[in-house]
Structures are given as structure tokens and as C-alpha cells.
């Protein structure tokens, strides 16, 4: 309740926008962006056979903990104390994301490649 | 160029990388390449991450101490993630997936809650362009209010759901009585529809009380979606939570205005999708039925009545016999190799079957285990060559010129109600025709149906010889008494 209290508490300064951008705009861009990133997904996952699908997901796990850079610049703006707080609680649990995914999937694919003896 | 556009060059980098370590993904062996390819996309990411405005605006301030602390919980977070990663038993892969799912789905949604209580606070002080846009973008129904909605919705959904899949996976006492509430198709919807709402109130105000109700009630949807889903039905809430992950993350890239979140996001949600249609489709099942519907577990058919007299169990001597005079044998192995781990006990039997000259493969159902590909994982973890893996598609034709086809730990995906019971409920449902083969020996504790909880007429059949005993064991005295003779 105390961050609700605090947040609301803050007077919202009527600042003129400058935006380089409209937002339509920038909404518009990363749309685009994520269709196009969606179908390329779609065309190259589709190839990956079934024996591989438990790296897949344990991969592609690890790549969805990219969200690990957007943790690092709310983090490092060091705006409010709530908003480090948060940012920095998402750079570890990412970071543990990240680390945990590749790691695991390297273990796993090292038993599908034995190494000749 | 701006030490921006760098960045940005170093973003499509990262980008370009995660789409060759997919790319890479087709072959066991340039899977290896791809994941390191992968992991120094993230790497790039996050190195460029630490040149980006906010944070070397705030080491001009501050000095070199918010990087430090960056590095820190960073460093942290590395090394608990790569010791879990290490240390955890192959066995036990899909809790450990949906346990990290559930860290970047929070970790997307807390992203978005740091950016809405940081850009309400920078309004306060308006020093520089971007704190001035950063006030504009509160305005109602901009892409940043939005996504902030969006990622907060999702991440949270994903955070409790894969939590309590993990509970499940882990079979932790709490979650062992599976949830059946009849009520729970309506609590479900109120909690949707309140999501909705609030949903809506974000989007329109930006407002943090609504904020936080919605992570609530998503939390709470996150829970009672899950809850009801068990057993074989979990490969589609890991690759759905998978999904949601990355579009939490893409979600995240929309609040910051990000390229790389949102590329690395989306290709992680179309992965979690496909796996999830392919899951759902070895079960010939809807996506809808599988979150919403529950199996129809009142089943038509009596176990007596398909058991009664028909079951013939045998001895270890006689199965070893059996064995040492065919030519080829397959191997099913399901979940229940997986709980006995029992996947060296499997090798040690194929290799003494071997040496004697007889063909040894394995046929690996889509949905066997807990996650998609969760047998090949555990039969490569006993250095089982993947070539004599073989998919089901692959190896149904060959079962009838196979001699002996020994099942361990499955039951749903080798019962030919399936294919010859059109009131089965799982009537349809593509299975491994194991009951084809010359002799079927299933390795298996008691006659307890398996999560369909519908007798399988392949215990009963004329060809089947069941050994009751522990997985593990009961691979360990075979292999005994084939080398004995």
C-alpha cells in the first residue's frame, strides 16, 4: 500500500513533450519489428527436430532473459528508490534466467554429442 | 555516429545471433555452436546495456558505484542461475525449465513496474529530453501504457502458473491432490474478466493502484489456470509458459523501446507456440481443451472387465529367454523411466542385447515424459546414440517385424484404445503400435492406469507379458540373467 500512497503522492509536473517520434509511430516501428522477428521464429523453429525440443525450450528459455537489458537500464537510471528496487530484483532473477538457461542446454546438448573415446 | 547508434548496432547484433542459435537448433551438432552463439548475443546485449543513457547519465552522478551494483546483482544472478544449472539432475529438466520460465516472465513484469514508478517520479524534476517525453507517455493509450499492461499481465501470469508447475513437477506435497473444483470455470472467468478491466484501467490512466491490482489478479490467474492442468498435459504448459515468457520480454522491449527485447521476445513466444500446437496435436487435442477442459476422466470402461483373466505376468528367466532369441528389439520408454531413473539400467540392457547380435531402437512418443523431448534428453544422458532414437511417424510401420517390444513407465501412449475405441477419451490420439510387435513386455509396478485413468487393452492382450516390478530393478535382473546364459 505504501508504494500506492508514495507513488500517487507525487506531483505529475506538466512537462512539454519532445518528442523525436510520435508515439504512433514508435508503436508502429517495434510492431513491425515484432511480426517480422515472430515469422522468421515461425520458419526456423519449425526445422528443429523432436529429440532436440527439451534444448529448445531450455534455450530459447535463456534468450527469453534478454529482458535482462531492459533490467539493466531501468536499474541504472537510478530514478526512485521502488524503480532501482524493482530493476535490480529483475537483473538477478534474469540474470539467473540467462545463466541457468544456456548452461543447462550446453550440459544437455554435451550428452547428445559423446565425445569419441 | 552516436555513441546511441553503437548501441543499437551492438542490439541488431545480438539479434542477428539468436536467430542463427535457432537456425542452429535443426542438428544435435550445430546446436552446440548455436547455444554458444546464443549465449554471446546475450552477452553483446547486455554489455551494450551498460551504455545506455539512463545508466551512464547516473555513473556521471554517482560515480562508478551504480555500475558496480549492477555488476553485483548481475553477478549474483549468473552465478545461482549457472550452479542450478550444473548441479540439477537431468530427470528432473522440466521443473527446472519451468522454474526459470517463471524468474523471466518476473523479471519482464518488474521491468514494467520499474519503468512506471520511475518515469511517474522523473517527472518531478523535467532535466532532460528524454524525463519530458518520458512525462508525455503517462498520457492514456500510448504504446507505453500499453505495453506496461501487457508485460505486467503477462510476466505476472507466467510467474505464479510456472511456479506451480514447478510445485507440481517436483510433485511437492501441496500440489498432489489436483484441483477440482466445479466451480472453477467460473472463477477463472471472473478473474479474466476483472484482469480485462483492469487491463483497460492501465491502458486509459496509467494509474499504479491499478497497477498493482492487475499483477494481483493476474498472479491469482496464473495459479487457477494451472492448477487443474497435470500429468501428461504438462509438455503444453511448459511450451505455453515458455511462450508467454518471451512475450513478456517482447512486452517489455515495447515499454522501453527496445529492439532486441522484442526480437529475442517474439522468437522465444513462436517457439513456445509451435512446440505447444505440436504437443497439443500428439495428443489430438485443442489448446482449449487441454486449459480448460480437463480429460474426461469418467471413463465407460471397466478395468475388470478389460483385465479379468487375461493378464499374463511372467518370470525373469522366461522374459530373458524370450529376449535372447530376437532379432530386433524396440524400447518405449515413458515417464516412468524418468521416475525410476532408470535410463543406465536401459543401456546396460541394449548393450548386452547388442553384443549378442540382436537390433536395438527406441521409440520415443512426441508427449513421453514431463516436456517436449524429454526422453531423448534422458536416453542421451546414458550416451544412448541418437541415431537409435526413432520418432514415432519413423518407427509405427516396423513394429510388426519387430520381435520384442518392451515398454517401461508409458501407458496412454502405447493403449491402442486410441486407434480401435472411438468412445475412448483419448480416442484418436496418435499412439506407438507396440501391441503390433511379435511380444510386448511391459515393465511396470501394478495395473494402475496411467494419467488418461482408462484401462489399456494392451495389459490384457495375447501378445503382452507384464513383469511387475520397479523399472530400475526389474532392467537390472533382465540384463542379469541375459548375460547368465
Same mark, same amino acid.
Given at each position: ?31 513491425? #519489428? ?5 515469422? #522468421? ?32 537500464? #531501468? ?43 | ?212 491490482? $492487475? ?57 513456445? $507456440? ?139 501412449? #502405447? ?71
Amino acid at each position: 500500500m505504501n508504494i500506492i500512497l508514495l507513488a500517487n503522492a507525487l506531483p505529475l509536473f506538466a512537462a512539454t513533450p519532445t518528442p523525436t517520434e510520435d508515439p504512433a509511430s514508435t508503436f508502429i516501428r517495434l510492431l513491425t #519489428v515484432f511480426l517480422l522477428a515472430m515469422w #522468421v521464429g515461425f520458419e526456423v523453429i519449425t526445422k528443429v527436430p523432436q529429440r532436440l525440443h527439451t534444448p529448445l525450450t531450455s534455450g530459447s528459455n535463456a534468450i527469453s532473459g534478454v529482458t535482462v537489458v531492459g533490467a539493466l537500464v #531501468v536499474a541504472g537510471s537510478l530514478t526512485t528508490g521502488f524503480g532501482t528496487l524493482f530493476g535490480l530484483l529483475a537483473i538477478l532473477l534474469a540474470m539467473i534466467n540467462v545463466a541457468g538457461g544456456f548452461v543447462v542446454t550446453h550440459r544437455m546438448l554435451a550428452m547428445f554429442n559423446p565425445k569419441k573415446k | 555516429m552516436s555513441s546511441q547508434a553503437w548501441i543499437n548496432l551492438a542490439y541488431l547484433t545480438a539479434s542477428m545471433l539468436f536467430i542463427v542459435a535457432f537456425k542452429q537448433m535443426s542438428g544435435p551438432r550445430t546446436a552446440v555452436r548455436g547455444n554458444l552463439l546464443g549465449a554471446t548475443g546475450m552477452a553483446i546485449a547486455i554489455l551494450a546495456a551498460c551504455f545506455e543513457q539512463p545508466v551512464t547519465a547516473s555513473i556521471t552522478e554517482y560515480g562508478i558505484w551504480p555500475l558496480f551494483m549492477l555488476i553485483v546483482f548481475a553477478a549474483i544472478g549468473g552465478g545461482i542461475g549457472a550452479t542450478m544449472a550444473i548441479r540439477w539432475p537431468m530427470t528432473g529438466m522440466p521443473q527446472m525449465v519451468a522454474l526459470l520460465n517463471g524468474f523471466g516472465g518476473a523479471a519482464s513484469m518488474l521491468v514494467a513496474a520499474a519503468e512506471l514508478t520511475s518515469t511517474r517520479a522523473v517527472s518531478r524534476f523535467e532535466e532532460s529530453a528524454r524525463q519530458a517525453s518520458a512525462a508525455a507517455s503517462l498520457e492514456p493509450w500510448t504504446q507505453f501504457a500499453i505495453a506496461i499492461g501487457l508485460a505486467c499481465f503477462i510476466g505476472s501470469v507466467t510467474l505464479t502458473g510456472s511456479l506451480v508447475a514447478f510445485g507440481k513437477l517436483q510433485e511437492l506435497p501441496q500440489f498432489k491432490k489436483p484441483w477440482n473444483n466445479p466451480n472453477r470455470q467460473w472463477i477463472n472467468l471472473a478473474l479474466a474478466v476483472t484482469a480485462l478491466l483492469l487491463l483497460w484501467g492501465v491502458f486509459g490512466t496509467s494509474q499504479l493502484l491499478f497497477f498493482l491490482l $492487475l499483477v494481483l489478479v493476474a498472479a491469482a490467474l496464473g495459479v487457477t489456470l494451472t492448477l487443474p492442468i497435470g500429468g501428461a498435459d504438462m509438455p503444453v504448459v511448459i511450451c505455453l509458459l515458455n511462450s508467454y515468457s518471451g512475450l513478456a520480454a517482447a512486452a517489455a522491449g515495447f515499454v522501453i523501446d527496445n529492439s532486441v527485447l522484442v526480437i529475442a521476445g517474439s522468437l522465444v513466444g513462436a517457439s513456445g $507456440l509451435i512446440l505447444t500446437a505440436i504437443m497439443c496435436k500428439a495428443m489430438n487435442r485443442s489448446l482449449v481443451g487441454v486449459l480448460f477442459g480437463g480429460l474426461g476422466t469418467t471413463s465407460t470402461v471397466d478395468a475388470d472387465e478389460v483385465y479379468a483373466g487375461k493378464i499374463k505376468s511372467a518370470e525373469t528367466e522366461e522374459l530373458a529367454m524370450i529376449l535372447e532369441q530376437a532379432d530386433r528389439v524396440v524400447i518405449v520408454p515413458g515417464y516412468g523411466l524418468a521416475v525410476a531413473q532408470a535410463q543406465h539400467a536401459v543401456r546396460e540392457l541394449a548393450d548386452v542385447l547388442e553384443a549378442r547380435g540382436t537390433s536395438v531402437e527406441y521409440a520415443i512418443h512426441p508427449v513421453a515424459g514431463r516436456m517436449p523431448g524429454h526422453m531423448n534428453v534422458l536416453l542421451a544422458e546414458a550416451d544412448i546414440p541418437y541415431e537409435q532414437l526413432r520418432e514415432m511417424d519413423d518407427i509405427n510401420p516396423s513394429f510388426p517385424e519387430t520381435d520384442v517390444a518392451i515398454v517401461i513407465g508409458a501407458n496412454d501412449v #502405447v493403449n491402442p484404445a486410441a486407434r480401435n475405441d472411438p468412445d475412448s477419451p483419448i480416442a484418436g490420439m496418435p499412439i506407438l503400435d507396440v501391441d503390433k510387435a511379435q511380444t510386448v513386455i511391459v515393465i511396470k509396478r501394478s495395473l494402475s492406469p496411467g494419467f488418461a485413468g482408462i484401462p489399456n487393452p494392451l495389459f490384457a492382450a495375447d501378445n503382452t507379458l507384464m513383469y511387475f516390478a520397479d523399472g530400475k530393478k526389474a532392467l537390472i535382473e533382465l540384463t542379469a540373467a541375459v548375460t547368465r546364459d
